[in-house]
């Protein structure tokens, strides 16, 4: 088995830690759209697991949203259910909240816990694919496991 990068490393481990076998793995192309993740993994778009950083406009809060990689995320949606305005998260907003660059988040393993939401169209699917912490590291789980790593609110995002 290959040695993996330190940040796929760290999902790896975040994995593990709660209690799952699953394996990161780490490809040659680039996995760091939807449309480049399926076509590495060889699955459709919409069984690509983004991980989304929004900030809150009034408390700076970071939001996670785990969406589809066929959905566009309905903000107004998210906005109601934290009840503030969301403004755009940058670079080194995700990377000091998450630990991980933009392209590469994980739908878990970050510094600290985050407020959740978690697109209600990827439990349709047998199987999905997540980034692992660099734009060429994935993992395949299920949606029953997603739901339980990442214990976040079910929701339509779109």
């Known amino acids: 088995m290959q040695k993996l990068s330190p940040s796929a490393q760290k999902v790896q481990e975040a994995i593990r830690q709660r209690g799952y076998s699953v394996e990161v793995i780490e490809l040659p192309q680039s996995t760091r759209t939807a449309v480049e993740a399926a076509q590495a993994v060889g699955c459709e778009v919409a069984q690509i697991v983004k991980s989304l950083i929004f900030k809150t406009k009034r408390t700076a809060r970071p939001i996670l949203v785990i969406a589809s990689g066929a959905n566009r995320v309905n903000e107004r949606t998210i906005e109601a259910l934290v009840g503030e ?28 816990p985050l407020l959740t939401f978690i697109d209600e169209d990827l439990l349709q699917h047998e199987e999905i694919w997540a980034a692992a912490g660099t734009p060429h590291a994935v993992f395949r789980l299920t949606p029953q496991m997603l739901l339980e790593l990442c214990s976040g609110q079910v929701v339509k995002i779109r």
Do not use: M
Not at 91 to 107: S, Y
């Open 85 to 112: 305005p969301l403004g755009k998260a940058d670079a080194e907003f995700v990377r000091q909240q998450t630990g991980f660059a933009i392209g590469g988040v994980p739908p878990l393993g970050h510094i600290q």
